[in-house]
């Protein structure tokens, strides 16, 4: 299931790469003059002091350099900030621009005059369709807005429906998770977890991927109505695919030299495969789901009012109900599947990466919840805890799971920031230029954060001065296209980290490296996050 282990040291790191040399570039021309002059007032953008200005190689060499040694979040921060936050440099000869600068990334993301300038770029969209289609991760202007304003009101936030399936899954966490001091990697677990509970929660059954890990049977009983379990094997089967389906449509590979051989020889017939079962798992499950539809739908006519037989919380069910077309539906649960999990680990992740190291705010955790007495929180209870949503804020800043991103400007246009001889006057960016920005380096600026930015404090966030939160803080990005699960993503990790507690008596902190990035379609550890669990007496399952 793990691919990256066997690829070339810096493989995993090749998008955000790519993001920052902007390969994905369409033909810009070097310093092009814009096609209409705008009413305000610009400074040409400052460059970077380029020893090679033709094609900007210098440039390329030191971003290599540091992924391959897994600093490139470092680097790049470092980097933009010695040029006052902003820099345009060359990327292959094309003009390109990386900023850290909160009015910049404001500008591009939320502004409502600007933000639609700026795309995901024609090259993301073409090479993503395989897995993606045109989904809302995959497409700009009314096409993107017709699924999100689907998606929208069928993601709801989560309540006792979503607390149920999280609980199901917790449970077989603790199940068949060795509690007895041996080194587990949670990191792993929450992989499986989240594309459990995902699947669960979208598709009405889960692929059980988490106890198969372990050797064990799943529980779930699928949606409870005699359908096909569809867990287990075909579960493992599905998620090996998903996950080299994304690498592969995301090009990750293509920039090894053995990668490159092999497609050279070979093409890729396991993208083929991939996507393949991909589609075929979710094509089944749809299938399945609408046939239990039309029959409820049968069934509510003779008896209103008993409606979807409480299926209509599962949100495939929701998307039937719009009567929308199979294809359309089926590209919406892909996307969504992709925008959940892999983040969703990187969080889960980080959040006991830091717990397993700060017995300090473990115990404060362990006192604030209390309360509960080892019993599930409720819906109500779990918004109380002021102390766990300042941890999980701290854990969102300081390893932010989309840590680096990027748009496109569709048009000649321009940003607050970057340009005249100290970078810090509006400049224009021509049509075609990649603009890049780095969430993880503005999470630590001092100017934003205080001179301990470095720091994990959680307390920072009960400080009046940080309340509204700053404008650098951003770990679900910004404007329209801001994260559309961002709500079920803190309950889940709330809940999970709730419940997490409560189980383990002491989590013992088993990494031996410090931390290093993993930079692949998200971020997350590269060694993993390894403790040492101890079951707690108070709150065995039976
Ligand atoms: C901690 C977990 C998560 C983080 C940090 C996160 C972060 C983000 C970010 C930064 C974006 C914006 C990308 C961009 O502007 O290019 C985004 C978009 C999105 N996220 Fe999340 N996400 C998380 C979990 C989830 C979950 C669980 C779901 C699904 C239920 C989800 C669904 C989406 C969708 C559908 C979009 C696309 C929105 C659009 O383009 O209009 N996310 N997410
Ligand atoms: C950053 O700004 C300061 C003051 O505005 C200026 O003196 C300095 O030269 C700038 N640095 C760069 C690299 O442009
Ligand atoms: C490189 C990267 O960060 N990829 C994706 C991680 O997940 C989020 C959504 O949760 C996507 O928006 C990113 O594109």
Same mark, same amino acid.
């Given at each position: 299931m793990d691919v990256d282990n066997s690829s070339f040291l810096w493989a995993p790191s090749v998008p955000l790469l790519a993001i920052f040399l902007s390969i994905t570039l369409p033909k810009t021309q070097f310093q092009r003059k814009p096609s209409s002059p705008s009413p305000h007032t610009h400074a040409p953008p400052r460059w970077y002091p380029h020893k090679d200005p033709i094609l900007g190689l210098d440039v390329l060499f030191d971003i290599a350099q540091s992924v391959y040694n897994h600093k490139f979040l470092t680097f790049t921060a470092d980097l933009i900030n010695r040029f006052n936050g902003t820099i345009t440099y060359l990327s292959l000869g094309r003009q390109a621009v990386y900023t850290i600068d909160p009015a910049n990334v404001h500008a591009m993301l939320a502004d409502r005059t600007r933000c639609?300038?700026? /795309?995901? @770029? %024609?090259t993301r969209r073409k090479n993503w369709k395989p897995l993606f289609g045109s989904g809302i991760f995959n497409s700009d202007g009314a096409v993107w807005k017709h699924h999100r304003s689907t998606l929208r009101p069928v993601l709801s936030r989560a309540g006792p429906h979503e607390f149920e399936v999280f609980e199901t899954h917790l449970q077989t966490l603790m199940r068949v998770v060795?509690?007895? @001091?041996s080194t587990v990697d949670l990191q792993r677990i929450f992989d499986a977890l989240t594309l459990d509970v995902s699947t669960h929660l979208f598709l009405g059954t889960s692929t059980e991927v988490l106890p198969s890990l372990f050797g064990s049977p799943g529980t779930t009983d699928g949606d @409870? =109505? @005699? =359908?096909? =379990?569809?867990?287990g094997a075909q579960g493992q089967e599905f998620a090996a695919a998903f996950n080299y389906a994304q690498r592969a449509v995301s090009g990750i590979d293509d920039f090894t030299l053995s990668g490159l051989c092999w497609k050279f020889l070979f093409g890729d017939s396991r993208l083929e495969q991939s996507l393949q079962t991909v589609h075929s798992f979710i094509d089944e499950a749809i299938e399945q789901a609408s046939e239990t539809f039309h029959a409820d739908r049968a069934d509510s006519a003779d008896s209103p009012g008993h409606q979807l037989n409480g299926r209509g919380q599962v949100l495939l069910y929701k998307l039937l109900n719009e009567a929308r077309s199979r294809e359309d539906i089926k590209y919406d649960i892909i996307n969504l599947l992709a925008a959940g999990k892999d983040s969703m680990t990187s969080f889960m992740g980080s959040i006991w990466y830091v717990l397993c190291q700060r017995p300090d705010v473990l115990d404060n955790v362990r006192a604030e919840i209390s309360v509960l007495q080892g019993q599930p929180p409720t819906v109500e209870q779990l918004s109380k805890f002021s102390y766990l949503h300042m941890v999980l804020q701290e854990v969102l800043r300081l390893? %932010? %799971?989309?840590p680096a991103n990027q748009r496109t400007a569709e048009a000649d246009t321009f940003l607050p920031? /970057? /340009?005249g001889p100290d970078g810090k006057s509006a400049m224009l960016v021509p049509r075609g230029a990649s603009v890049g920005y780095s969430v993880y380096a503005m999470h630590r600026l001092p100017e934003f954060f205080g001179p301990d930015a470095d720091e994990f404090r959680p307390e920072r966030w009960a400080d009046v001065l940080l309340n509204p939160r700053p404008k650098a803080y951003m770990p679900f990005h910004a404007g329209p296209r801001t994260c559309l699960g961002q709500n079920l993503a803190m309950s889940l990790a709330k809940y999970s980290t709730v419940r997490l507690v409560q189980f383990y008596q002491s989590v013992e902190n088993r990494n031996v490296e410090p931390w290093e990035e993993k930079l692949g379609l998200n971020c997350s550890s590269r060694h993993g996050v390894l403790v040492g669990l101890t079951a707690s007496s108070q709150c065995v399952s039976s």
């Open positions: 639609q300038d700026f /795309g995901l @770029g %024609p060795p509690a007895d @001091g @409870g =109505n @005699g =359908n096909r =379990n569809r867990n390893y %932010p %799971p989309v920031r /970057g /340009g």
